[in-house]
């Protein structure tokens, strides 16, 4: 069939999977499609301006001579004929997303956001936006993104919103969007302001409808709001500090329709503190990330994680599948190795246990903190409490070079009774065992495992820990040992011993690729 006799729904699609390739002359091609026939114009034209980052290209559709650069910026000549105008808005109602960088603040003048601002529709300039991204916090370009947000909008992401300008259009965000779905801003919370809250509160009124909120760093008083949204099923928010003003425990804020939540902190008392405040009893999905930490070298105090995890128990329902928490610092060639060396830094199976209630976990990452106190029967008893598991990170990203109590047999326990396992990282010490006895004899081998990561694991008998490997994992084609040294992006050496293990690891990697070859 000739392209030309498809329907313009085909053509949409086949325009869109080009501009979606990513290739550099996919715009320019979409462009000389418009060109080539009436039938083909309106959905290539369609497509070419459906995502647009920036004024430019639409301030470029203008006739040559009217825009000039001055003192840097890009301004504009004289006022636009109408003519003009409805040329521009030949192009600007097929704009569907629309993202405006910070940069972008710094390119265009006063007069050109100005001219911007009196087209002669009674529509806004962009009528048919869905999404719109604006990171710009300069106070002039407020007006211009009032001007933008429309009925139709689904999707806002704004920068810094502290300012009165942003807090002044927070009020009215309800009204003006009523059709949003997802709104995300950068609220930096300092100092608490009875102005902020009004503004959220107005704004939340009459959001009735949404979805998914990611709300920068608040406070426990704005959460309280947060949870009378009916529909949200996502929350996002930061604890960037915490008023210890609001020890008084309150009744905990209840968000009864929440299906996922992501939590940033800055440190794991603040956390606790908020947790203990609130409850997610329909979640299934938590991400808390914990990587901002004050301290350079204050790595984590043990004594504070069996508080956080009962916390954990308190905030969400055993209805919990999916658990990341993510821990990160630096790693410092700097940091006293009697601190590295210290074994009162492993957790303990005590400390762990509690979670064990959550017994519908298909997804828990804890790759941060040290294992090497857990030892294989604890670690069975783990196993046979999260049997859907399918992504499990267990200590294999602490940087604590002490030898893990796990052998070769905690790992069988782990296959045995998690049949489901694709994703694996986890520390112990690799050497050989039975393979003729149980548990080895009686674990079916998985399939689905490509890959895993051992951290600080130790190795005796690099070959006979490779055949146990591939007969337990068989199509396992790597094994990454202390991979966080490559993300931290520095020349660190490695901690002895484990310079020597890092070669038995690398002799096992060599094996593997010998037995995956043949």
């Known amino acids: 069939m000739n392209i030309c006799l498809l329907p313009t729904e085909i053509l949409l699609h086949i325009f869109a999977i080009y501009r979606d390739s990513g290739s550099v002359r996919s715009c320019a091609t979409l462009a000389a499609l418009a060109g080539t026939c009436r039938k083909f114009k309106e959905p290539a034209l369609d497509i070419l301006w459906k995502d647009i980052t920036g004024f430019k290209p639409l301030i470029s559709c203008l006739p040559a001579g009217i825009t000039k650069k001055k003192r840097g910026k890009l301004t504009i000549r004289r006022p636009l004929l109408d003519e003009e105008w409805r040329l521009v808005d030949q192009y600007a109602r097929r704009i569907r997303s629309f993202t405006v960088p910070d940069f972008e603040q710094d390119m265009m003048s006063d007069q050109l956001i100005q001219a911007l601002l009196s087209a002669p529709f009674s529509t806004p300039l962009l009528p048919n936006l869905r999404s719109l991204v604006w990171h710009s916090v300069t106070e002039r370009f407020y007006p211009l993104l009032s001007a933008l947000i429309g009925l139709n909008i689904t999707s806002l992401e704004l920068g810094d919103m502290s300012t009165p300008s942003a807090l002044a259009l927070l009020v009215f965000l309800g009204a003006q969007c009523p059709s949003l779905r997802e709104l995300a801003c950068d609220t930096m919370y300092n100092d608490y302001s009875e102005e902020r809250l009004h503004a959220i509160c107005e704004a939340l009124h009459d959001l009735r409808g949404l979805l998914r909120l990611k709300a920068g760093f608040i406070c426990l008083r704005e959460l309280i709001h947060f949870a009378s949204l009916p529909s949200l099923t996502f929350l996002d928010f930061g604890v960037l500090d915490y008023d210890y003003v609001e020890q008084y425990y309150p009744p905990p804020i209840i968000f009864p329709q929440l299906d996922r939540v ?193 951290g600080v694991s130790t190795i005796i008998d690099p070959t006979a820990v490779a055949s146990q490997l591939h007969r337990l994992l068989p199509k396992l084609t790597h094994v990454k040992f202390l991979d966080w040294l490559d993300d931290d992006g520095d020349d660190i050496p490695l901690p002895l011993p484990f310079q020597y293990f890092k070669e038995g690891w690398d002799r096992v990697n060599e094996l593997l690729r010998d037995r995956n070859h043949h």
Not at 314 to 339: G, M, N, R, T, Y
Not at 344 to 357: K, R, T, W, Y
Not at 376 to 400: H, V
């Open 262 to 454: 992501h939590i940033t902190a800055t440190a794991t008392p603040w956390l606790y503190h908020f947790l203990i405040n609130l409850r997610f009893p329909s979640c299934r999905s938590v991400y808390i990330d914990c990587s901002d930490l004050e301290s350079e070298e204050v790595l984590y105090d043990p004594l504070e994680i069996p508080s956080l995890i009962l916390s954990l128990l308190e905030c969400f329902s055993p209805a919990l599948e999916q658990l990341h928490f993510h821990f990160d610092f630096k790693f410092f060639a700097s940091i006293d190795e009697v601190i590295l060396t210290d074994p009162s830094l492993a957790i303990g199976f005590d400390a762990v246990a509690p979670l064990l209630s959550f017994n519908h976990l298909i997804d828990i990452r804890l790759d941060w903190i040290c294992t090497s106190a857990i030892d294989d029967a604890s670690f069975k008893t783990i196993a046979q409490s999260w049997p859907q598991l399918e992504a499990f990170l267990f200590g294999n990203g602490a940087r604590w070079p002490i030898p893990p109590s796990l052998s070769f047999i905690g790992l069988v326990h782990l296959i045995h009774h998690c049949r489901r396992l694709h994703t694996l990282g986890m520390c112990f010490c690799a050497y050989q065992v039975d393979i003729d006895s149980e548990p080895f004899s009686q674990t079916i081998p998985n399939e689905k495992i490509t890959e895993i990561s051992v």
